[in-house]
Antibody
């Protein structure tokens, strides 16, 4: 079945970087864009950016420009999101979400990865 | 890009209908038919309920419907049920080729 499986929880110190993975299965990896969305504790959803697994092109939210990098490995059907210069406000659950290129809707979501930034 | 504006909370009794609004600008909600809605239960990943303003994915109850007018999109839940108690978020494509979410609405079934 179609699913996205994310890497496990991370604890990082302020100033460090974190890299979260999202492995896709059950569909043609290069046929759908992948987004990253985060949710701080008790807060709403926030969009970080999108990657086209076919060519690797990316678009990032202006807020995260310069701090976020999204990459993909087509040989393993995996996308990665790396966030640098972490601060306490980056503590959140990070989700990958598949986007249907025809509807711009996030139809399949990963289970989420908790990233905690604490000294 | 500012978040789309949703009411913080909406409530209704079982069987009633409720509507959640999602207000943006002509650069997002008002400019494209790419508005989607998501349901999120506590501790769970969001679930797609409506895409392209008014389309339901397979498996989503027809009690959920969407519409838009100008810069405001709406999600209506008819025949409200206890299981509909959840958080709901809208999302839109934007003129910068980015995506933006709404502020979120907590639906309470009285």
């Amino acid at each position: 079945q179609v699913q996205l499986v994310q890497s496990g929880a991370e604890v990082k110190k302020p100033g460090a970087s974190v890299k979260v993975s999202c492995k896709a299965s059950g569909y043609t990896f290069t046929g759908y864009y992948m987004n990253w969305v985060r949710q701080a504790p008790g807060q709403g959803l926030e969009w970080l950016g999108i990657i086209n697994p076919s060519g690797g092109s990316t678009t990032y939210a202006q807020k995260f420009q310069g701090r976020v990098t999204m990459t993909r490995d087509t040989s393993t059907s995996t996308v990665y999101m790396e966030l640098s210069s972490l601060r306490s406000e980056d503590t959140a659950v990070y989700y990958c979400a598949r986007e249907n290129p025809h509807s711009d809707a996030f139809d399949i979501w990963g289970q989420g990865t908790m990233v905690t930034v604490s000294s | 890009q500012s978040a789309l504006t949703q009411p913080a909370s909406v409530s209704g009794s079982p069987g009633q209908s409720i509507t959640i609004s999602c207000t943006g600008t002509s650069s997002d909600v008002g400019g494209y038919n790419y508005v989607s809605w998501y349901q999120q239960h506590p501790g769970k990943a969001p679930k797609l309920m409506i895409y392209e303003v008014s389309n339901r994915p397979s498996g989503v109850s027809n009690r959920f419907s969407g519409s838009n007018s100008g810069n405001t999109a709406s999600l209506t839940i008819s025949g409200l049920q206890a299981e509909d108690e959840s958080d709901y978020y809208c999302s839109s494509y934007t003129s910068s080729s980015t995506r933006v979410f709404g502020t979120g609405t907590k639906v309470t079934v009285l």
